[in-house]
């Protein structure tokens, strides 16, 4: 048996894992369980055996916008929600469509526009997810979880928004592949 296979993007796992504790010690259970649902999103890429471009950015956008979150910097700079918005919900939704691809429930072979149009319907359900969750936190775990009707009418176009230029920017052939897979050269 070969020992384990370091990525750049375990450090952030490391801090993902450590931010669980952090987060539950200064923040209690909206700390721990917002830490948790990170820790569980940083998993992902590491499965899929994603490219460390992509591993980094997806985890440290997803750690950057939980500790903006508690650490309240989302009411002193009101543009940050709407760039973490775009920017999680677009890397997200591509992690999402790699995974759809992987588990064969969406073909490789999907030409560009239509992996465009899919990253997009799948970036705005997350959105829709995502501001259900944060309604949900409000009104049954901590009042001080921010919500409201521009907020979230601002999130949801930002998370479609931000699929959709992900989705056109991130998902090419070589993302799609399975780890190891070689790409088809001409025949000789």
Known sequence: MSAPRWVVGDLLRAVALASVAVGASGWGFVGFALFLLVLGGTMIPRALGAPPSLDVTYCSVLLAGAWA????????????DTVVHAAATGL?????????????????????????????????????????????????????????????????????????????????????????????????
């Open 92 to 188: 997200i939704a591509v992690v999402a469509y790699v995974v759809t691809v992987r588990v064969r429930w969406l073909p490789a072979t999907v030409p560009w526009p239509g992996r465009v149009v899919v990253a997009t319907g799948a970036g705005t359900v997350l959105a829709l997810v995502w501001e259900v969750l944060e309604w949900a936190g409000h009104a049954l775990v901590d009042d001080r979880i921010q919500v409201g009707y521009e907020d979230t009418l601002g999130d949801l176009v930002s998370g479609m928004v931000g699929a959709a230029i992900a989705g056109a920017l991130l998902l090419s052939d070589a993302l799609l592949r399975q780890p190891g897979a070689r790409r088809a050269g001409p025949a000789r």
């Open 69 to 80: 979150a508690v650490l309240d910097l989302y009411l002193r700079f009101a543009w940050l």
